[in-house]
């Protein structure tokens, strides 16, 4: 791995944490009577378990496809991470992490309406699928920042 794949990998692994860890704070604030930012963004965070033999054709999807029409329909990505402990995932090798933003709940929902009817989104979903599915199971956690997280 080059030096700066190393440096741009502790980088987003540094954003997911802030991230997760803000989630948690998020969820502790609330219990005490509140600390969410009330103007952030709200945050996604989808766990991909690919099908058995099919992790590389999930990250080709989202290499060369799903990103862009992500961005087509408004969706921020905050950045895709590969679990590297033995907890999360990584001796199996089929797990993808992402983290999305939208504007609000009812704007991450109507991205996804409009992704889901997309036709190119449609048509890459089904060619990527001629030999089976890719995906076994998702995973979805919805996260709101801190008034104090460096991430809103």
Do not use: C
């Not at 950045?79 to 709940?105: C, F, M, Q, R």
């Amino acid at each position: 791995m080059r030096l700066v794949d190393g440096a741009v990998m502790r980088l987003a692994t540094g954003v997911m944490l802030a991230v997760v860890l803000g989630a948690a704070m998020d969820a502790r604030a609330q219990e005490s009577g509140g600390a969410v930012a009330r103007d952030s963004r709200v945050f996604e965070m989808r766990t991909y378990h690919a099908a058995a033999g099919r992790i590389d054709d999930l990250h080709a999807r989202f290499r060369n496809h799903t990103s862009d029409i992500f961005r087509k329909h408004g969706m921020a990505i905050i950045g895709y991470w590969v679990p590297i402990d033995e907890k999360t995932g990584a001796i199996a090798g089929n797990t993808l992490v992402y983290i999305l933003a939208y504007p609000s709940l009812e704007a991450r929902q109507k991205a996804w309406d409009e992704f889901r009817a997309d036709p190119e989104w449609n048509a890459v979903k089904t060619e990527s699928e001629k030999n089976g599915k890719l995906v076994d199971k998702v995973d979805s956690v919805f996260l709101k920042s801190t008034d104090y997280s460096p991430v809103k």
